[in-house]
């Protein structure tokens, strides 16, 4: 049972298995997030791993190096869930929102009738400037950011044996260096390969997509935290009127 409160009010949601996801395939790495976004009050869907993984980074990067001005997602209540593919993220956007959640979704850029599925899904859509999210990772972060990275890969003995023949190098052409590094995005795609890339790069050096969608999703938060809090205070002063309005009825009825 999902508890919600919305206006004062509490109601319950049954629990159930998100849309198109077997008993079987509900492990334990899923059931831990799929728990964290029915107790979370926002929820961020991701379309894929590398976006999973990429913007929580980003956002405590960000946090980081400006503690004033940025908030990691954790901060801000938001729990992350990875669709796995862009067919499913208006299933479990509609799933998450039924249940009471604030949606957000960060996806490549889609056909107009999948994007329209997605749009109405979720409150809060991001799309993607292109296609193919390790490609604005590689086409958008500073070349400078891109070369630190790939050398710690290097002088930290991380790059993989199979791509020996891609090694990095400081001479190397930057058309090369993206094509290595997108090949090892690729296959480190499981161990946070774009968390480490944006992990280390300035405000600066980032993709201008990412920073601009963390920027809109905080504000959208603290807009709707401030606003819910208005509301609660008007509540309770109007709770409070109504107490005294009783109380002179009383005392009138008493004299």
């Given amino acids: 049972m999902v508890i919600k409160r919305e206006n004062g009010k ?31 009050r926002r929820v961020l869907i991701t379309e ?3 976006e ?29 869930v990875n669709a796995e593919t862009d067919s499913q993220i208006d299933p479990l956007g509609s799933f998450y929102r039924a249940l009471g959640k604030i949606i957000f979704a960060v996806f490549d850029k889609q056909p107009s009738t999948r994007k329209s599925k997605i749009v109405a899904a979720v409150n809060y859509p991001y799309e993607t400037p292109e296609k193919g999210f390790e490609y604005i ?12 990275y790939a050398n710690s890969l290097v002088s930290n003995d991380e790059w ?3 791509l020996s ?31 480490d890339l944006l992990g280390q790069c300035t405000k600066e050096e980032m993709p201008k997509f990412i920073v601009e969608t963390l920027e809109s ?18 509540s309770e002063d109007e709770g409070v009127r109504e107490t005294s309005s009783d109380d002179s009825e009383v005392n009138t009825e008493e004299e």
């Fill in 165 to 195: 023949a891609k090694t990095p190098s400081n001479g190397m052409p930057i058309g090369d260096l993206k094509e290595a590094l997108r090949d090892y995005l690729k296959w480190a795609k499981g161990s946070g390969g774009a968390a």
């Fill in 217 to 234: 999703i905080q504000n959208t938060v603290e807009a709707e935290t401030e606003s819910a809090a208005e509301n609660e205070e008007h």
């Fill in 160 to 162: 993989p044996s199979h």
């Fill in 48 to 50: 894929g791993r590398t």
């Fill in 137 to 148: 990772l590689l086409n958008v972060t500073d070349e400078s950011a891109l070369r630190r």
């Fill in 52 to 80: 999973y993984d990429a913007f929580p980074a980003a956002a405590r990067r960000l946090n980081e190096l400006y503690p004033e001005e940025f908030k990691s997602l954790e901060a801000l209540g938001i729990a992350i």
């Fill in 10 to 40: 509490l109601s319950g949601i049954p629990a159930e298995y998100p849309p198109t996801v077997k008993p079987k395939k509900y492990r334990e790495e899923f059931r831990r997030r799929f728990c964290e976004a029915l107790l979370a």
